[in-house]
């Protein structure tokens, strides 16, 4: 129930995105996940939206075609390229996250405070279990990713 929770919370978000703004969910994933840190890697965005860095090669690559963002060299290690958003990318940015929360809306109504109370609590215990999962496999997770909260991207994402 909770990856089907999810997974039609993306498709209603990936629906009203692309007839607002024509942008597929792997885009407008992108777009927020270097509206929260910029000049990072491609393997840092995978790490970001949660796939693997392969995957965002075509993507990354139309989106620049497309104007969303630009690739630099990374002056520390030229094999690596930093992904940086372009003006376009930001203009969309907080009409982006405003779908987003009207879709959430949508999805927690009629849900009562003490069952969202209950479902965070659910929920957050088992980011913590699995992440120590993780942790224990020897893989890094990034704990302050969604924790340090910077910006209007980061707040309306984590929110619940």
């Excluded at 703004?21 to 994933?29: L, M, N, R, V, Y």
């Excluded at 990374?74 to 958003?85: A, E, K, S, T, Y």
């Excluded at 003490?114 to 893989?139: C, H, P, W, Y």
Aim: aromatic share 4%; glycine share 4%.
């Amino acid at each position: 129930m909770l990856k089907t929770s999810a997974k039609t919370w993306e498709k209603a978000a990936e629906i009203e995105l692309r007839e607002r703004f024509g942008i597929t969910g792997a885009k407008w994933k992108i777009i927020v996940a270097l509206s929260i840190k910029e000049g990072i890697t491609q393997k840092h965005i995978a790490d970001m939206v949660f796939v693997e860095a392969p995957t965002l090669v075509p993507i990354i690559d139309k989106m620049e075609r497309e104007g969303y963002l630009i690739r630099q060299t990374d002056p520390q290690d030229r094999r690596n390229n930093l992904i940086f958003m372009t003006k376009k990318s930001k203009d969309i940015v907080d009409p982006i996250i405003d779908c987003i929360l009207e879709v959430r809306n949508m999805g927690l109504s009629k849900i009562s405070k003490k069952d969202m109370e209950i479902a965070k609590k659910v929920l957050s215990q088992i980011v913590n279990n699995t992440e120590e999962f993780i942790r224990q496999k020897g893989e890094n997770t990034d704990p302050n990713l969604w924790t340090d909260l910077q910006n209007k991207s980061q707040k309306t994402l984590v929110k619940l």
